[in-house]
Each structure stands twice: as C-alpha cells, then as structure tokens.
C-alpha cells in the first residue's frame, strides 16, 4: 500500500494562512489524495481530496505537485476551531479501494 | 439528519465476554469500515465492506468478527475480548468509489479490563 508522510506537528497563529505538507512518494495513477481532520473528542471528517488537479472547497484548498508525490493542504485563514489532528492518506482506485491506511497525522495548534 | 451512529458510546467490559459494537447509517452507502485509534498509533483500519455480504481485511483484524447482512449495519463483534484491545473505535461509511468521503460516527471507547 502507498504511504504518505506528514510532520508530526504544526503551529499557526489565528487568521494566517497554513501550509500542512504531505508526502506520498510511492502514489499510483488511480490514487486518490484525500485529507481529513480531526478534532479533540471527535470522530474524523472529511476535509477534500484530488486526483491531479489543485482543488477548491469551502473548507480549503488542495495543492497537488505536478509529479503527484507531494500535496499541501492550505487553510486560508485559520481560526481556533482548525486546530486538530490533519490526516492525509491515499485511497486506491479500482477495486483496492476500501483498505485505508490512514497515517499519524499533523497536529496543528493554533494560537490566537 | 445524514449521520453513522455507534452504540455503546462507552462501555467496559472483563476478558473474554463476547461483545457487539453496532454501527448503523441511513445514508445508503455501499461501502463501511471499522477502526481503531490508540495513542501513538493513529487510525488502524480493522475490517471494511464494499457492501452486503462482502467484507475484507484491514490492518488489524486479528481478534475482531464482522458481518455485513443488511445495508445499513457493519457490527463489530469481539468474541473474547483482551486488554489489548482497549481503544477508541470509529465506524464509516460512504457511497461506492475511490473518490467519495467517509462519513465517520462519534466513536466508542472500549475498556477491557
């Protein structure tokens, strides 16, 4: 199974914009780069994900490096409800689908 | 409201009685999932189904049951349950594909004493 890699911790101080990098050297042509979040006493929930293309939601924007073994979660502006533990992983296209391995994550701290 | 519940939310329980962790959502998804969390070691998928009657593997399933019989349910089942399997465990579920999200319940915190 493809891995990614993420820092172990970020910080950003409220209303500045955060960079949370992930690499996944080893991705395939069918992987999907899906990014979810955690926050304290919560279930995970789904933050965005991307094949190629750089995406937009309401929530952020995923860059995604043009050889695709490296993507950047960007929250425009974070505030203190963004401080949780950000998880990037790979999901497989085909039928591989559903084995998910989801990393240890970032937790990003922010500071008001 | 589109939502997976679990069902204990807590529960504590002694080595070795059976037990059943439910998991139910009403959103008509193909696909579920079982997971653990522990400290350290992140999420560690247990077992998943592409849908009824279809289950497989994940990283850690050793010690845990599952069956798929109804669209909506996934069980968890821990025939005789071991300290180590104390942990935080999240079911999700989504519709079919590599590019749809997984919608995650609130979680059940598991004691094995």
């Known amino acids: 199974d493809a891995k990614t890699t993420q820092p172990n911790s970020m910080e950003s101080n409220e209303e500045e914009p955060v960079h949370l990098p992930c690499n996944h050297s080893t991705i395939s042509g069918t992987d999907y780069i899906h990014w979810y979040r955690q926050l304290p006493s919560q279930g995970p929930e789904y933050v965005i994900h991307g094949l190629t293309s750089n995406v937009n939601n309401r929530m952020a924007s995923l860059a995604i490096a043009e050889d695709r073994k490296s993507s950047t979660l960007i929250l425009h502006r974070a505030t203190l409800r963004d401080a949780a533990v950000y998880y990037c992983i790979l999901r497989a296209g085909g039928t591989s689908y559903g084995k998910l391995t989801f990393g240890q994550g970032t937790i990003l701290t922010v500071h008001p | 409201e589109a939502q997976v519940t679990q069902n204990p939310r807590y529960l504590i329980t002694v080595t070795g009685k059976k037990l059943t962790v439910t998991c139910s959502q009403n959103m008509n998804h193909e696909y579920m999932s079982w997971y653990r969390q522990d400290p350290g070691l992140g999420l560690r998928q247990i077992y998943y189904?592409?849908?009824?009657?279809?289950?497989d593997k994940g990283d850690v399933p050793e010690g845990y049951k599952v069956s798929r019989k109804e669209k909506r349910n996934f069980p968890l089942i821990l025939e005789s349950p071991s300290p180590n399997q104390t942990s935080l465990y999240f079911c999700a579920s989504s519709p079919t594909g590599v590019s749809y999200e997984q919608y995650f319940g609130p979680g059940t915190r598991l004691t094995v004493t």
């Open positions: 189904s592409m849908n009824v009657e279809v289950t």
